[in-house]
């Protein structure tokens, strides 16, 4: 089993983490881990009309935001299955960038996103936010030279999507192939 640990900040971009949620539930080989921030329970009540339940239902193991105690916390519990954990922080807010990037952790969102930093493991950073600012920029590098996979959501329209939902896929699709998750989800084949 591979764990998988999603983290959902207060950023725009709530249907992509609920498509994300639905396909890594559907993985026989991924044990999923969510955990949600204030911010992202505000956002999903906005962009859905829901609770947190809507995410977390589709999980294996639920964390608090607040619970700086839990097992992401610390650098044992990403090496404790027989390959690394990884973490998908979808969707990721400037603010939660901003928090990473300065080590200034305040939640397990954060603190858990710090941990897959210093453990060298994987960090999956799906950005929402346009235009971006110097101070943006200056902390999305200094994230990407710390070792985390910056990811803006950019669907692609060249598969010709039939709705929003199949641009969701492609791009859930493309965030499985950054921490090594087999998917058989559409990708550019190279033909038009």
């Known amino acids: 089993m591979r764990d998988i640990l999603v983290g959902v900040s207060g950023a725009s971009g ?15 080989d991924v044990r999923t881990h969510c955990v949600v921030s204030d911010g992202a329970r505000a956002v999903l009540r906005a962009e859905c009309g829901a609770d947190a339940d809507l995410l977390t239902a589709l999980a294996h193991t639920v964390y608090a935001a607040e619970d700086l105690g839990a097992g992401p916390a610390s650098g044992s519990w990403w090496r404790r299955g027989s390959e690394p954990a990884a973490m998908l922080l979808v969707p990721c807010s400037m603010g939660t960038v901003g928090a990473i990037a300065s080590g200034a952790t ?14 060298r493991l994987p960090l999956v950073m799906v950005t929402r ?20 996979v910056i ?3 950019s669907p692609c329209f060249y598969l010709r999507p039939a709705g929003v939902e199949e641009l969701l896929e ?5 965030i499985f192939d950054q921490v090594g998750l087999a998917h058989g989800l559409a990708r550019w084949t190279g033909q038009a």
């Open 14 to 28: 709530m249907p992509l983490a609920l498509c994300l949620m639905r396909l890594l539930a559907a993985m026989p």
């Open 106 to 119: 305040r939640n397990l969102v954060h603190r858990a996103a710090d941990v897959a930093l210093k453990e």
């Open 129 to 148: 936010e346009s235009p971006l600012s110097a101070i943006h920029l200056r902390n999305l590098l200094a994230l990407r030279e710390a070792g985390a």
């Open 151 to 153: 990811m803006p959501f």
């Open 170 to 174: 492609q791009f859930c699709g493309r």
